[in-house]
């Protein structure tokens, strides 16, 4: 069974930034694609970035956060910068992927980000 857990939320003023840190334990086998999500209230939940073979960012986030991992850790992390108050929502982590024949999706808790002044 594979864990997420999230962290480096908060509340940070509009043009300021902010690290997501999420953490993968348990038994992960093989990486299909690790990213971020975020629902804002009312609002579906919606890809921020992800990691496949490749990356990918919603358009709404290009050029200002940008998404890494480190294999070692099995962390993935989210540096959000230049943040506005229309990115205010809960960050979600999630982790896809298969270990011996059995694929999964796992979320982590979510972490709130506030952007406010």
């Known amino acids: 069974q594979v864990q997420l857990v999230e962290s480096g939320g908060g509340l940070v003023q509009p043009g300021g930034s902010l690290r997501l840190s999420c953490a993968a334990s348990g038994k992960i086998g093989r990486i299909y694609a690790m990213g971020w999500y975020r629902q804002a209230p009312g609002n579906q939940r919606e890809l921020v970035a992800v990691?496949?073979?490749?990356?990918n960012y919603a358009d709404s986030v290009k050029g200002r956060f940008t998404i890494s991992r480190d294999n070692a850790k099995n962390t993935v992390y989210l540096q959000m910068n230049s943040l506005k108050p229309e990115d205010t929502a809960v960050y979600y982590c999630n982790l896809r992927g298969s270990i011996w024949g059995s694929e999964y999706d796992t979320w982590g808790q979510g972490t709130q980000v506030t952007v406010s002044s």
């Open positions: 990691m496949t073979t490749g990356i």
